[in-house]
């Protein structure tokens, strides 16, 4: 079982930026980030592949978060700039555990969620 822990969430104003981190507590094949917002289905913002090291993004994400990676920490971050108050949300990190999942897009493992408040 892994565990991800996630932090850097908090309250910031439009245009603002914030970074989070999730570090993964064993092997995981890919890491991303998803988000729901209140009354909202959750979705997806960024993924971070360990396989091909390809970065991979949500059209509303792109151009405005940049998620980046540290192998040797395990960890995976997601730098958000641009703030908008549709991205207040909570933000979760979640992991691929297996090569099967990553291949079939899946993710095996999720953490709390660090939540993200934009105000206007």
């Known amino acids: 079982q892994v565990q991800l822990v996630e932090t850097g969430g908090g309250l910031v104003q439009a245009e603002d930026s914030l970074s989070l981190s999730c570090v993964a507590s064993g092997r995981t094949y890919s890491m991303g980030w998803f988000r729901q917002a209140p009354g909202k289905r959750r979705e997806f913002v960024a993924r971070?592949?360990?396989?091909?090291?390809?970065?991979y993004y949500a059209d509303f994400a792109k151009g405005r978060f940049t998620i980046s990676r540290d192998v040797a920490k395990n960890t995976v971050y997601l730098q958000m700039n641009s703030l908008k108050p549709e991205d207040t949300a909570l933000y979760y990190c979640?992991?691929?555990?297996?090569?099967?999942?990553?291949?079939?897009?899946?993710?095996?493992?999720w953490g709390q969620g660090t939540r993200v408040t934009v105000s206007s």
């Open positions: 979640a992991a691929a555990g297996t090569m099967r999942s990553y291949r079939e897009g899946e993710y095996d493992y």
């Open positions: 971070f592949s360990w396989v091909d090291g390809i970065p």
